[in-house]
């Protein structure tokens, strides 16, 4: 069965760096891109970006370029999204998503909290 | 960058009635990069098609897609209680991988 499983909820202060996973289990880690989607609380779904475990080749959205970083370590399977410094207005709930025939699996989400 | 316009943004309707939700792309992006995905509240995405027009594994035959080029339309052909949700469109032809706003079917 193919699983991604996300970190759990954050709460940080505006300033602070966070680093969030996800983990995929059940098929060929390095051969599927993961997609990064935001979502801030009542509102739609933002595309922020991909990345190819295999290679670590990275797409991002221009909204989000400079923003934010994309990695992953395939000898772990597990995918990253951090922030250096993050602001209040990055509060939101964030899923990775695998891309095969369309993002075919989501992770559960992470809620991310910055408030002071 | 690609600009999914979703319409209309609220489709209220009752259970047993036919569902068309439509999404228009500001440019082509052909027939094989535009999904749908469903989401109910406190949870994940859901993909429905992919290639405009294939249901995912999993999915009901009441759901269908088509279009191709700019325009697009998700059909739900007899709604089912657990379909009131919000439904997005996607395009993946060009990075970004574009969403629409959404559009939220609610029981009448």
């Known amino acids: 069965e193919v699983q991604l499983v996300q970190s759990g909820a954050e709460v940080k202060k505006p300033g602070e760096s966070l680093k969030i996973s996800c983990k995929g289990s059940?098929?060929?880690?390095?051969?599927?891109?993961i997609a990064w989607v935001r979502q801030v609380p009542g509102k739609g779904l933002e595309w922020m970006g991909m990345?190819?475990?295999?290679?670590?080749?990275?797409r991002y959205s221009p909204s989000f370029q400079g923003q934010v970083t994309m990695s992953a370590d395939r000898s772990i399977r597990t995918a990253y999204l951090q922030w250096i410094s993050l602001k209040a207005s990055d509060t939101a709930m964030y899923y990775c998503?695998?891309?095969?025939?369309?993002?075919?699996?989501w992770g559960q989400g992470t809620l991310v909290t910055v408030s002071s | 960058e690609i600009v999914l316009t979703q319409s209309p943004g609220t489709l209220s309707l009752s259970p047993g009635e036919r569902a068309t939700l439509s999404c228009r792309a500001s440019?082509?992006?052909?027939?094989?990069?535009l999904a749908w995905y469903q989401q109910k509240p406190g949870q994940a995405p859901r993909l429905l098609i992919y290639?405009?027009?294939s249901r995912a594994t999993g999915i009901p035959d009441r759901f269908s897609g088509s279009g191709s080029g700019t325009d697009f339309t998700l059909t739900i052909s007899r709604l089912e209680p657990e379909d009131f949700a919000v439904y997005y469109c996607?395009?993946?032809?060009?990075?970004?991988?574009?969403f629409g706003q959404g559009t939220k079917v609610e029981i009448k």
């Open positions: 990345i190819s475990p295999g290679d670590s080749d990275t």
């Open positions: 290639g405009a027009s």
């Open positions: 059940g098929y060929s880690f390095s051969s599927y891109w």
């Open positions: 440019q082509s992006v052909g027939s094989s990069y």
């Open positions: 998503a695998r891309l095969g025939l369309g993002s075919d699996h």
């Open positions: 996607q395009q993946s032809v060009t990075s970004p991988g574009t």
